[in-house]
């Protein structure tokens, strides 16, 4: 026979016929085993609750039975008493007067828990038997112990509070027709809160009868917000009652910004256009000038309808009246579109965590539109502070029980820490993003938290646990995820191994992964869509990167051959002609890496990243340059010169490098003016930033001294000459110049001071 752990272990592991088949023989030898009797009460009633919620008819009796022969040993079993009361009262609604005796021990119990819940039980129990007085007496101790339980814990005191308070409103109201104080506990829900929409309906509906305005358009609010265009009737039969007390002259702010709220939502059904929803909130400026909402929703409309000169005042204005997080969301898109530049923040609106999460989600997408933009810097700025406002807030609310959130938010603060740990990650505080990550996962776990923490390690160079935050991921998000998303994990995981020099497990899990990929692409890749099959290949991309790390330990040419040998397998797949162009590139096989550009550039279109891009304008542009095709060369290398950033150290020297071969295109063309512009800037990067003269400066100042020759500057020409050869004196092509063109002056303003 198996002891109490391993029966208890059976029983933990939902494995309830064993665990019943192993109890019963346990009993054989040893009936009044109260533990054995307790855990087989247990056993039946899970089953027996299953049956129930797949559609069978359910017994509970044997269940019942079992309890009651533990409480006949036991008298005092607590836990046999919670069971059989709440079996007697919620299940068989029968024998009420034992359970409320059960019920009425149990609250006198040591354990504050034991006592809510027997006191949750026997107001029940008091309401089906009539006894409403002693039901309402129950709640409100219910409601005093509560707050005294969850003095440290706001959520769970919200989450209660909001059902007792409900409960006791209900009876008040429908047993007793005392609206009065049925409103009162309604309000009491409204301060708690309540995660049944329908609970908003019907106290708004009870508010409204009673013409209690500013509760029942408080209850409206929450009550209409969705994530569905469809309101169902009871949300469309609320909204109707607020459109009649509307046009009975009733203008109650409350009831009014319930139906900004609704014909936003539920356009459609409440048959609210652009031209309505701004005419309605006109109506309300003109009537409440100083109040805000009406401007917001003024301009929401103008907003939508995507007429942003117009709007703007309207967002200006409430924004200056007090403001939503949603509504400075639209006021910087807004002002972008108007002026062509962000607009300063003067002040971020007080609201709720989850408006200031929504405005950073569709903060977000107006930003992908800007993505390599001189401005993006500042709206991932943006972005951040907005996702920093909905955690700070859903931070307060969760660990210091302050603030205002909704109890059953919980899994939205864990997709706030996802979305605010990646903006962290993008900006570069990594420490931070991770610390962000692993919270966001404590609160709620999904595979893309654990994908994005892994991110965040593997900038922290935490190699080791971001292949356990990879791995993680995988396995949680396997049945869910997309296989682009799988193969790109797998690409990170590859990543990983690479930093860590795990050179044999790498190259195994490669080959695993590359096998994986041709599988799926042999199975599904004829039926996949253009856009998915592009998406694919981008993703597969850190794969291949990995491959690029592997083969860098060998020879240039295997590494051609390699990537030779990938294209034969996936002609399209641009990550290969990428990695193909810059191996042909180290081997100074110019025409080939043209041809790999193309072929990258013609796959992959306009899909490019920025940098890649500049990349592939350099390698191609020079290869131009070599192959002695100067006007391709130039257009190329221009649009590298364009995109490099001059603040930046490596922007400088690619401008520098990128200026040296832009002069010599010219000087092949004889564009002399430009070829003296070229070569200047690049000697002026030189001295301006403290660099000593190489081969390469040397050079480039010849073919500057070659343009002035050209363009009739022989004194310009002869001191740039005299200059190198200040430096180095040895220079064969400065002699051979200095003999054909004879001696001039020296110009000093090209001399520099060697360091």
């Not at 300063?344 to 977000?364: C, E, Q």
Request: net charge negative; glycine share 6%; hydrophobic share 40%.
């Amino acid at each position: 026979m198996l002891d109490s752990k391993q029966l208890q272990s059976l029983y933990e592991q939902r494995n309830y016929q064993q665990c019943l088949e192993e109890l019963n023989l346990l009993l054989l030898f040893n009936t009044h085993d109260t533990d054995a009797l307790l855990l087989k009460g247990k056993c039946l009633y899970q089953v027996a609750l299953g049956e129930a919620q797949s559609g069978n008819e359910a017994d509970f009796t044997a269940a019942a039975s079992c309890f009651e022969e533990v409480l006949a040993l036991s008298p005092s079993h607590e836990e046999a008493m919670t069971f059989a009361a709440y079996i007697k009262i919620f299940i068989a609604q029968a024998d009420l007067p034992a359970a409320i005796g059960y019920c009425s021990r149990l609250a006198a119990s040591a354990d504050p828990m034991t006592r809510a819940g027997a006191l949750g039980y026997r107001q029940e129990a008091y309401y089906q038997t009539g006894e409403f007085d002693l039901a309402l007496k129950d709640l409100e101790l219910l409601a005093e112990l509560n707050r005294e339980i969850y003095k440290d814990n706001l959520p769970a005191l919200d989450q209660e509070s909001g059902d007792v308070y409900f409960r006791k409103g209900k009876i008040h109201l429908e047993k007793f027709a005392d609206h009065s104080k049925a409103l009162e506990a309604f309000r009491e829900v409204l301060k708690h809160g309540h995660a049944d929409f329908r609970v908003y309906c019907r106290i708004a509906e009870v508010a409204l009868d009673n013409g209690d305005y500013e509760t029942g358009g408080e209850a409206a609010v929450p009550a209409f917000f969705t994530d569905s265009t469809d309101p169902g009737e009871e949300r469309l039969a609320l909204y109707h009652q607020l459109e009649a007390l509307n046009g009975q002259g009733i203008h109650h702010p409350s009831l009014v910004k319930a139906m900004f709220i609704g014909q936003r939502i539920f356009a459609d059904a409440v048959g609210a256009d652009t031209t309505e929803l701004l005419s309605f909130a006109k109506q309300y400026i003109k009537m409440y000038p100083d109040w805000f909402w009406a401007w917001h929703y003024a301009g929401a409309a103008l907003y939508d309808a995507e007429n942003y000169e117009a709007a703007l005042p309207y967002l200006t204005k409430s924004l200056e009246l007090g403001g939503t997080a949603i509504g400075l969301q639209r006021f910087i898109e807004t002002a972008w579109h108007v002026n062509g530049e962000l607009p300063a923040i003067t002040k971020w609106p007080a609201d709720l965590p989850m408006f200031y999460y929504n405005a950073g989600v569709n903060f977000s997408e107006f930003e992908a539109l800007l993505a390599g933009t001189p401005v993006a810097p500042e709206l991932l700025k943006i972005r951040t502070a907005f996702y920093r406002a909905a955690y700070d807030g859903f931070y307060d609310y969760f660990h210091h029980n302050k603030g205002k959130a909704g109890f059953d938010e919980g899994h939205i603060f864990a997709m706030c820490c996802n979305n605010y740990g990646i903006a962290l990650t993008a900006g570069g505080a990594y420490d931070q993003a991770a610390d962000v990550h692993q919270l966001g996962y404590s609160i709620s776990p999904f595979w893309e938290q654990s994908s994005s923490l892994g991110t965040a390690l593997m900038h922290l160079n935490r190699f080791d646990e971001a292949i356990a935050a990879f791995d993680r991921a995988i396995s949680e998000g396997r049945e869910f995820m997309e296989f682009a998303d799988y193969i790109e994990l797998k690409g990170e995981i590859l990543t990983a191994l690479s930093s860590l020099g795990h050179i044999e497990e790498l190259a195994s899990l490669l080959q695993r992964t590359e096998e994986e990929y041709n599988d799926f692409i042999g199975k599904y890749g004829k039926d996949l869509p253009e856009k998915e099959l592009f998406i694919l290949s981008e993703r597969y991309i850190t794969v291949q990167n990995a491959r690029h790390d592997l083969l860098s330990n060998g020879s240039t040419e295997d590494a051609v051959k390699a990537w030779q040998e990938q294209l034969v397998k996936h002609p399209d797949d641009n990550s290969a002609w990428y990695m193909l162009m810059q191996n042909y590139f180290q081997l100074k096989d110019y025409q080939q890496c043209i041809a790999c550009a193309n072929n990258y550039q013609s796959i992959k279109a306009d899909a490019i990243k920025p940098e890649s891009m500049l990349k592939l304008h350099f390698m191609r542009g020079v290869s131009y340059l070599q192959t002695e095709r100067y006007g391709q060369a130039k257009t190329d290398l221009a649009k590298v010169l364009n995109g490099c950033d001059p603040a930046e150290e490596s922007g400088r020297a690619s401008i520098c490098d990128v200026s040296m071969h832009l002069a010599k295109c010219c000087a092949m063309q004889q564009q002399w003016e430009e070829c003296k512009t070229y070569a200047w800037n690049a000697i002026s990067f030189y001295n301006d930033n403290g660099w000593k003269w190489d081969e390469a400066c040397f050079a480039t100042a010849l073919v500057y001294a070659d343009a002035c020759m050209a363009s009739g500057e022989k004194q310009a020409a002869i001191g740039t000459v005299d200059v190198v050869l200040e430096l180095a004196p040895d220079n064969k092509e400065a002699l051979t110049r200095k003999k054909e063109w004879k001696s001039g002056g020296l110009f000093s303003f090209l001399k520099r001071k060697q360091k």
